[in-house]
């Protein structure tokens, strides 16, 4: 029998960041091979970064759960509905519909959000709805509506092709958002007199690119654009005409920035008054300007105000609603916007409508033909699980978030899900930190499987399509949600067969009574899709909302006509005052903690996790110093620290970054039990948060550092996964097992003991010690092939995992490779240091030799040397930080002015010959 061969390209869209960009996947009899981003795709015109293009690492069934379980037992899914439906009708008969809530997430698909909400809000009859983009985008959603009476991101991606004035506020876009942060790079390129400005405590990557960078006080935004606003009214920078014809509220928020001059202004963010100059002249100067802003000013006690303080600007400037000018709020998750559609947070109702308007309150239980509706906010995130805390809540259901991990304040989390009489769990994996305190788990399909819709950053609707059958027994999250409906007896308004059902239901809902003749009265208006046969559905392609008669292929400049979605159809100035963050560091605590994100994982490294490649780059958790402080405090790098706030502590390897502010310290959040448990960072983050938004705070906490006395480290390579005994460990995905770094005091002298207790793996076990480089080496082979290889030392041995990793792919190892090994001898192919470029493995100390040999002071010579950064160009920042720290710009000949900074506009030094190295 001939097996039959079938391959087909797939257009979807990439899980990950908000960007949203298009793939192609090609499928092998339903199995994905390869992936390469649309050209056609209006986000990222056939781009994809690093993590978007190892997609295909990520959808292997390994760890996934693929049966229903209650208490640990597989069930079929009709008993595990049944109980889910039971458990929950039981609570709200005897407790109220208050005494339910679920948790779910902006990296739900638009459908299985949808009716997530619907259950909760028409049908249980609460709003105690949350979820996981609270954490994410919510201050951003109350700027814009106190702003614009609705929440409409007023830009789009063109934008960033048109801007004179690009400002990148708490937004590290290089790593966070990378194919929209090659879009800045090439519009930059293309016209060098566009300007770049980041405004972040941090250097972080993204600053590589900027003309100059602001090192402004953690937290000190709305002072910063208060100033700005100043500024421009001293300056008669102010377009009058605008602010009369389409604002109001300006004679307040004007009064109310009279004391936020330069020298305040400089005192309140620790800048110069010629940093602030420079930065306000260049926005008074340009006529039009992006400000793309992201967690640095959202999650933060005064997110919804910084948001407002930017926003005043732009209005007061009349930049707004033009090409290439607007205040930008890029979302993070995948289908962040989605969730706000659907009114997926507590505090609204669905299709952008008002919770407690009451019009809104029946113009939607009339569509949906509810018995009931919720007429006011259900509790937020941090509330929400408080309210578990007290006994209030008593069941909930968690949908694709890992809050153990991700919300502030750990312990009181995880003290919550204990206590909680009735928690579901609907997950693609089997095991993660919440799944732990689950009474019931729900298999859910993910990306590849799934089918539905997702909106990306600039209001843009696109398909996510299914490239295989679900695994095993996981079902479509859409389609637990309708069985449970079902079975908590509201068959006949959950009558969905396929997300399509669903989606024309939500598009029909948002043009449900919206004004006549095409003229929405509300923003979100896609009643244009509400009649897609399933064929279009499927072949949808990506549009701008609002799609409606008068906008058939979508609206880009949301606010050309200067009319907004208040009572007035004018925008509000709101008055907003600068205040610190909720915590002052004191002597106990005298560090300030900030925490994001990495360039190449995500979040709860679910998936990112599964990737060798994603692991390259960077593989364990840190906690990033200032060399200078690190100094101070007698510490070296590749110390362990303890780091201690008064709600938690971590215990993190130290790494030094330059580019952080004295007093400031920052960690990545992706670590968890599953990957690193002394490094989940939420520990140290309190339950601040926004009065308005209900944002936390998680990226100011207060915490004190000392140094984790360990004995030795240990880099250990296995073929099999298993629980390190150590103080410290993380570990990372390589093509044929785990890497570990493991340190500990234990009294290791029989190493090999440890590795073999540790394992359990059969083999034949040796020992090596290198007297000269001090690491003790122990290795187990079966059948001549490598099953473990551990490096123990003092130090951290860093020993090249591609090498290793490169045996371990072998079916066998010769005597004189087994030699190697245990001399840790690495072969000289290998001896590139820590890979920057994933794509093509190069790694740091070759690029470093490209730049002092050869003077590759480019990216692009360095990319044709090399190779690095030709591809996704993900790493591309990284490669200019290397020729900014390595380059010999001070190699100059003669007695020549050089431009210390990147910008036009900084001021040349002049240095004396004899400063310059030959
Ligand atoms: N690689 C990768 N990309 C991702 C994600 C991921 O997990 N990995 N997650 C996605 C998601 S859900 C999100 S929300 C986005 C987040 O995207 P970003 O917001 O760009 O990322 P973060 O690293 O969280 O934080 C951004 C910056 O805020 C700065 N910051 C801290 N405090 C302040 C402050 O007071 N003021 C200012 N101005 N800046 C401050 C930090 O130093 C940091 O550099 O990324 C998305 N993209
Ligand atoms: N300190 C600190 N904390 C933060 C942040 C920070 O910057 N600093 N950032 C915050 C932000 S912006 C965000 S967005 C959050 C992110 O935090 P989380 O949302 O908690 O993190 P994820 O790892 O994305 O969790 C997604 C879960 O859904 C599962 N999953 C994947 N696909 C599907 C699916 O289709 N269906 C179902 N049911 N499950 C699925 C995955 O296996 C994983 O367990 O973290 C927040 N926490
Ligand atoms: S920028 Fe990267 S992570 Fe974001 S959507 Fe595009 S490919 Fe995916
Ligand atoms: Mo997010």
Known sequence: ???????????????????????????????????????????????????????????????????????????DWE??????????????????????????????????????????????????????????????????????GSDTVPCSYEDLDHTELLILVGSNAAWTHPV?????????????????????????????????????????????????????????????????????????????????????????????????TQFYQLFADSKSSVTFYSQGVNQSSQGVDKCNAIINCHLATGKIGKLGSGPFSITGQPNAMGGREVGGLANMLAAHMNIEDQNHQQLVQEFWQSPTICTKAGAKAIDLFDKINAGEIKAVWIMATNPLVSLPNRNVIEQALKKCEFVVVSDCMEKNDTLTYADVKLPATTWGEKDGTVTNSERRISRQTGLMPAPGQ??????????????????????????????????????????????????????????????????????????NSTYP?????????????????????????????????????????????????WHTMSRTGKSAALAKNIK????????????QLGLSKSDLVKVTSPYGEVILPLQFDKGLKVGNVFAPIHWSQLTAPTANISKCFGSFVDPISGQPESKFTVVKIEKYNTEQFIQCFSDVEF???????????????????????????????????????????????????????????????????????SYKPEINADWVESLFDQPSVTVEQINRILRADVAQDFLNGKTICSCFKVGETQIIN???????????????????????????????????????????????????????????VQIPITEIEA
């Not at 889910?84 to 638009?110: E, H």
């Not at 009859?125 to 949350?130: L, M, P, R, T, Y």
């Not at 046969?533 to 609002?546: A, F, G, K, M, T």
């Not at 190779?867 to 290397?882: D, F, I, P, Y």
Request: proline share 4%.
């Open 850 to 908: 490209a730049i002092v040999d050869h003077n590759d002071n480019t990216t692009e010579l360095l990319g044709q040397r090399l190779k690095c950064g030709t591809n996704c160009g993900s790493c591309k920042s990284e490669l200019r930080a290397l020729i900014n720290e390595h380059g010999q710009q001070h190699k100059v000949k003669d007695n020549q002015i050089l431009n210390l900074s990147a910008s036009n506009n900084a001021k040349l």
């Open 620 to 631: 364990e958790p840190f906690l990033f110093i200032n060399p200078k402080e690190a100094e």
């Open 79 to 148: 008993q595990a509905t049944l109980h889910v439906a039971d458990k929950f009708q039981q609570t709200i008969k005897k407790y109220g519909p208050d005494s339910v809530a679920f948790y779910v997430s902006g990296q739900l698909l638009t459908e299985d959000y949808y009716i997530a909400n619907k259950l909760m809000k028409g049908f249980i009859g609460s709003a105690n709805i949350d979820t996981n983009s609270r954490l994410c985008m919510s201050s951003a959603v109350a700027g814009y509506k106190r702003a614009f």
């Open 723 to 793: 629980q390190p005994n150590s103080d410290y460990w993380a570990k990372v995905k390589i093509t044929s097992g785990f890497e570990y770094i493991c340190a500990n005091s234990l009294p290791i002298d029989l190493a090999i003991n440890w590795c073999r207790d540790n394992t359990d793996i059969a083999g034949d076990w040796s020992y090596f010690e290198n007297s000269q480089s001090g690491i003790r080496t122990v290795l187990c082979i079966k059948d001549n092939k490598l099953q473990f290889a551990a490096f123990l030392a």
């Open 1 to 75: 029998m001939t097996q039959q061969f079938e391959q087909k390209i797939i257009r979807s869209s990439c899980p990950y960041c908000g960007v949203g960009c298009g793939v192609d996947v090609t499928t092998i009899n339903s199995v994905p091979t390869a992936v390469k981003g649309t050209e056609t795709h209006p986000a990222n015109f056939g781009r994809l970064c690093v993590k978007g293009s190892n997609l295909i690492q990520t959808v292997d069934l390994d760890g996934r759960l693929l049966h229903p379980m209650i208490a640990d037992k597989p069930v």
């Open 553 to 601: 292929n979508g609206r880009q400049h949301i606010f050309d006509d200067g009319l907004f979605y208040t009572p007035s159809q004018k925008a509000q100035f709101i008055h907003v005052v600068a205040q610190l963050p909720q915590q002052t560091p004191t002597t106990e605590f005298p560090y300030i903690l900030n925490s994001g994100r990495l360039r190449d994982q």
């Open 474 to 547: 996981a079902k479509h999250d859409w389609q637990i949600i309708r069985d449970v409906a079902h079975k908590m007896g509201f068959a006949s308004h959950f009558d969905y067969h396929h997300a399509a059902d669903i989606f024309k239901e939500h598009a029909a809902l948002s043009g449900y009574k919206n004004g006549s003749h095409g003229h929405a009265v509300r923003d979100f208006d896609i009643s244009g899709l509400s009649t897609l046969s399933l064929n279009e559905y499927n072949r949808l392609i990506p549009v701008q909302w609002p799609i």
């Open 180 to 276: 929209l942060f090659q879009r800045m790079e090439k519009a930059k390129l293309a016209n060098p007199d566009v300007k770049i400005i980041v405004i972040d405590p941090r250097r972080s990557a993204t600053a590589e690119l900027a003309d100059f960078h602001l090192p402004l006080k953690a937290g000190s935004d709305v002072a910063l654009f208060n100033g700005l606003l100043h500024y421009l009214i001293q300056h008669n920078a102010i377009d009058n005409n605008y602010i009369n014809a389409h604002c109001e509220g300006w004679s307040t928020t004007a009064a109310g920035v009279a004391h936020s001059d330069i020298d305040n202004t400089a005192l309140l963010c620790d800048l110069s008054p010629e940093q602030l």
